[in-house]
Structures are given as C-alpha cells and as structure tokens.
C-alpha cells in the first residue's frame, strides 16, 4: 500500500523545461556555446554542474571552476525573470498535492537548485505540503542513478518515524516523474512509478517502467493513487 509520494520538479509540477531550455541557451551562447533542444532532452536528469559539464564536452572545451559557476547564476537569473510575473504550476498539481499531503508523507526529487524549488514551492502555496526536499546539491551523480531516490526514502522515512509511524519500504513510495532518466532512477530505488506525458511521450515512460502514465495530473486525487496503485499494479 502507497504510504508515501515523492515528486520530481521540473516538468512535473512547474511547466519550465521550455524556460530552462530558453535561460541555458542565452547563457551558453554568452560563452560561445551553442545548446539545442535535442542537447538539452538528452540532458534530462541532469543537475546544472553536470549539465554545464556535458555542454562544454559536446563542443570540446576546456570548463574550469569560474566559467562553470558563472554560467549556473546567469542561468538561474534568467529563469528567475521568465517566471516572476508568471509561476507556470501546471493545471491542477497545486490540488492535487493539497488532497495527497492529507493522507500520505510527501517529497520532492529533482535535480534542480534547492534556491529554485523552494521558491517555487513558496510561490504556489506548496510550501507547506512536503516533508522533504531532495535537491541536486544533496547528491553526488544524478538521474538515472538511484541515490536522489534513496535519500529521499531515508528523509521520509525519518520524518515518518518522528511522527511515530512504523518505518517505510521503497514499495510503499510513488514516484511521479516526467522523463524516463527520472523514472529509472525511483525503479531502480524499489519504488511504483508514475509517468505523465509533461515532457516526453507515453511510450518513452513505459519502456523506462513506468507502471501507469497519465497525460496530466489535472484530474488525479488521493483516491485515484489508492484505486490504481494499491487495488492492482497493471500499467495503464
């Protein structure tokens, strides 16, 4: 039985993966690095040290200390600007967190800035509705390694026990996710799999394993994660 959620971030439950994309490309170009779209799916999962380093490998140059942070803070000023007017939550997210954090502990794990997400999270009113976050300074690789999703399982599981709860198996953890390197990496932790069609499509999210995809987490309640993950584990 479900008992606890953890959540990616980017593409799952604020709709910035363009706007990455966009603030990356603007600040890669100001070093004479040209980014795609294609450079940047194959990138999914990664945190932003990674995702810089992987950028300068593709075009052949040399990424020191300096260069690699002033790209990450021109990049996240970017982002910021493009969503300070703008929060783009996706449709229905906001309830659906709300409805799960009555029933079940709640996570986030992502690979994003931890400044980021939990400005966001204050932003939307989500503040309030996890237990932990997981974010890409808290690991050492990144998706589709399972690490982000074993710390997340040992944060709330301690924040579970603290409540005085019994202790929590990976099996009882639902990952929602929207790219197959994210759906590996909770498959690869012991844990059921959500995939919604935020990013890639359905059938990229099946052969990572994905256990059921949705195309958006606008109608899901509470009692949809029990009927579809505690009533039978079919692939939907």
Not at 146 to 155: M, V
């Amino acid at each position: 039985m479900i008992q606890a959620v953890l959540f990616d971030f980017n593409g799952v439950i604020i709709d910035d993966e363009p706007l990455h994309l966009r603030a990356y490309t603007d600040a890669l170009k100001d070093e004479g690095i040209t980014l795609t779209e294609a450079d940047y799916r194959e990138s999914f999962g990664m945190n932003d040290r990674r995702f810089v380093e992987a950028a300068y490998e593709r075009a052949g140059i040399a990424l020191d200390a300096a260069t690699q942070e002033r790209v990450i803070r021109r990049e996240a000023e970017l982002h910021r600007a493009l969503i300070v007017d703008d929060l783009p939550i996706f449709p229905g997210v906001v309830t659906f967190a709300k409805s799960l954090a009555r029933h079940y502990r709640l996570g986030i794990v992502s690979m994003a800035r931890r400044e980021e997400i939990e400005y966001v999270l204050e932003r939307a009113g989500l503040d309030r509705a996890f237990d932990v976050i997981v974010s890409g300074e808290d690991v050492s690789v990144c998706k589709p390694d399972p690490e982000c999703y074993n710390t997340g399982f040992l944060r709330l599981d301690e924040a579970r026990r603290r409540k005085g709860f019994t202790s929590l198996s990976p099996e009882e953890c639902l990952a929602i996710e929207d790219s197959p390197p994210g759906i590996r990496s909770a498959h690869a932790a012991g844990m059921r799999t959500l995939g919604v069609t935020n990013t890639v499509k359905a059938d990229e999210l099946r052969a990572a394993g994905a256990e059921v995809v949705t195309a958006n987490l606008a109608d899901w309640t509470d009692d949809t994660v029990h009927h579809l993950f505690d009533s039978h584990s079919a692939t939907r």
